[in-house]
């Protein structure tokens, strides 16, 4: 029985600043951990030791197979414990955290995203303290999974530009076959048949 790998190539050549000084990924510093956005198409690397992400993406030009290199989006996280992280196409990454809070934060501006958690509160940045999961849509579309009175609760949120996300759905899961197939169809299929959160 043969088996099936994709491979996929980075470069780490040196980064080119005003075409003087040439800057190192993670100042050299080693790579800790790493995600590929769900298309393919955007890269990023965090250094506990450097405390930082680095995008990596490929040449607009170039063949959809060819190699990632070092783009100019870099992010500084000074004392913060990255347990895991997951980022979109549209360079936008979703961190989750030892010490502090969890945040959403844009590689392409380098400004922090606001989602409207609480409708009393729009500018709470924080997850809820029961959320599960939180994950991007191939859309780019943000999703949180959170169990809430004793029912799940999948909330959507969309990108209506200038980084202005706004709650999209919010659905309340019992998971009778009517409402998994109603949530396929919204969701873009982030429930599969085994009533679990499978996101796309």
Do not use: A
């Amino acid at each position: 029985m043969s088996t099936y790998t994709d491979h996929i190539e980075v470069q780490i050549p040196p980064h080119i600043q005003d075409d003087k000084v040439h800057i190192y990924s993670h100042n050299e510093k080693p790579i800790t951990m790493m995600t590929i956005s769900l298309k393919s198409e955007y890269i990023v690397t965090y250094s506990k030791e450097d405390e930082s992400f680095e995008g990596w993406s490929r040449n607009p030009s170039s063949e959809s197979s060819g190699p990632f290199t070092l783009d100019d989006e870099y992010r500084e996280l000074k004392n913060m414990d990255v347990l895991d992280f997951k980022v979109s196409d549209n360079k936008i990454i979703i961190t989750k955290c030892v010490s502090v809070e969890e945040f959403i934060f844009d590689m392409k501006n380098k400004k922090k995203i606001i989602l409207d958690i609480y409708e009393d509160d729009p500018e709470f940045v924080n997850f809820p303290d029961d959320y599960e999961v939180t994950n991007f849509l191939t859309n780019g579309d943000i999703i949180i999974y959170q169990n809430y009175h004793q029912n799940p609760v999948i909330i959507k949120y969309s990108n209506n530009n200038n980084n202005n996300w706004e709650r999209k759905v919010k659905y309340e899961m019992n998971f009778c076959d009517d409402k998994i197939y109603k949530m396929n169809i919204i969701f873009g299929g982030v429930v599969n048949d085994k009533y679990s959160i499978g996101f796309t």
